[in-house]
């Protein structure tokens, strides 16, 4: 009994020392590790604070069976009323290019995530609900070793 009294102990512990700086973050996991050329995962997200400076990031996770050492991805920002308000294409190294070493940080065997960022010190015209949607733009219709892609929104930390 002591034992599981410790345990919920130190889990709300952990929770109460969460990351103060983040807003939102959510991911989609991909079947069989590939990520399609038609699923578009689509993250929603509602902003209040117009004042605040926000950085977006995206979340990818890959496994060491990607074939190339980039990946090119878009992402769409729109508002509430499906207006887009932000597009961008990135293309983000996932592996070194000369010696093939995987980038990000790998936890469970052949995983690795990494975060890019994608908007810096964004400040949201409006208060509403928001959408980030994401596309893969590889140019093939299935991309293996991709699992996940995900959005991370955080407060911008005032420059001292």
């Not at 996991?29 to 926000?54: A, C, G, H, L, T």
């Not at 995983?111 to 733009?137: A, C, I, N, W």
């Amino acid at each position: 009994m002591r034992i599981v009294f410790a345990a919920c102990v130190i889990a709300v512990l952990l929770v109460a020392c969460g990351d103060s700086q983040r807003v939102y973050e959510q991911n989609t996991d991909f079947n069989e590790r590939v990520w399609m050329v038609n699923e578009k995962p689509k993250f929603e997200f509602e902003i209040s604070n117009v004042q605040q400076k926000y950085n977006l990031y995206g979340n990818i996770r890959n496994t060491v069976s990607y074939p190339y050492a980039r990946l090119f991805y878009t992402y769409y920002l729109q508002d509430s009323s499906g207006r887009e308000v932000q597009k961008n294409l990135m293309g983000e190294f996932l592996f070194d290019a000369k010696t093939g070493k995987p980038f990000g940080k790998s936890g469970i065997g052949d995983l690795y995530d990494h975060q890019f960022l994608m908007l810096k010190d964004y400040q949201f015209k409006t208060p509403g609900k928001y959408s980030v949607t994401f596309e893969q733009f590889m140019r093939m219709d299935t991309l293996q070793g991709i699992t996940a892609v995900g959005l991370r929104i955080e407060k911008a930390e005032a420059e001292k």
